[in-house]
């Protein structure tokens, strides 16, 4: 079975404030970035892995030459389709956010062992431990059970013609590629994921990334 991966690092960062986008800031030592290449290079010998970056952040993977670098669109489902195009026709595919810095190799290979398993459709979750709250006309008028809710992590996991079809037909805009394929009538599995798999979004991300790592000064 032919499993390729990507690396989606095409994020502008409208609410981070700097004009580099996070996944090119240094963390540790390194570009965030490549705290995901790193954990997938070394976790599964993937069938290709393609980057999908805006062209004129490519200075900043300058020491990316072994991998396949593709331009990205102008919104996520845009660069994902354009990233799909380009890999060589694998029979699944496990999409990577670059901002979340600390996937772990075991969640990797949970996503393998269920695509392997014959999944068509897999996301990574978290439960919600916050009351959520609905609102309509600026007042709160729901609040359901936050048993039923999970919070969406990635890396999401597919077979690759599914997705591939969905993304060539869909009008319509989706914020990953889950919604996509619950859209198109897939049923969708998943794994759990973690709490300190976070999403590097804003400025207090970046540090609570560095609190994680130990390199945190409070007085920078």
Do not use: W
């Not at 660069?79 to 595919?93: F, I, T």
């Not at 709490?195 to 590097?200: G, L, S, T």
């Amino acid at each position: 079975m032919k499993i390729a991966a990507l690396l989606l690092l095409a994020g502008s960062g409208e609410r981070f404030t700097s004009n580099i986008p996070k996944q090119f800031h240094t963390l540790d030592g390194q570009k965030v970035f490549r705290f995901a290449l790193n954990t997938i290079k070394k976790t599964y010998p993937f069938s290709e892995i393609v980057l999908v970056s805006k062209k004129n952040y490519h200075q900043f993977m300058d020491d990316c030459s072994d991998y396949l670098i593709i331009e990205g669109g102008k919104s996520r489902q845009e660069s994902v389709h354009l990233g799909l195009k380009a890999l060589n026709s694998p029979d699944c595919v496990v999409i990577f956010e670059s901002v979340r810095p600390f996937i772990t190799e075991d969640l990797i290979l949970e996503h393998i062992k269920m695509l392997k398993a014959g999944k068509t459709a897999i996301n990574t979750c978290i439960p919600s431990f916050d009351t959520i709250n609905i609102q309509k006309n600026n007042k709160i008028n729901k609040i359901p059970s936050r048993d039923q809710f999970l919070k969406g992590q990635t890396p999401q996991s597919f077979l690759y013609k599914p997705l591939l079809n969905a993304h060539n037909k869909t009008q319509r805009c989706f914020t990953d590629d889950c919604g996509l394929m619950l859209d198109e009538g897939f049923e969708i599995d998943f794994v759990l994921g973690s709490e300190r798999n976070i999403k590097i979004t804003t400025d207090f991300d970046l540090k609570l990334a560095e609190f994680l790592l130990g390199t945190y000064n409070r007085f920078s």
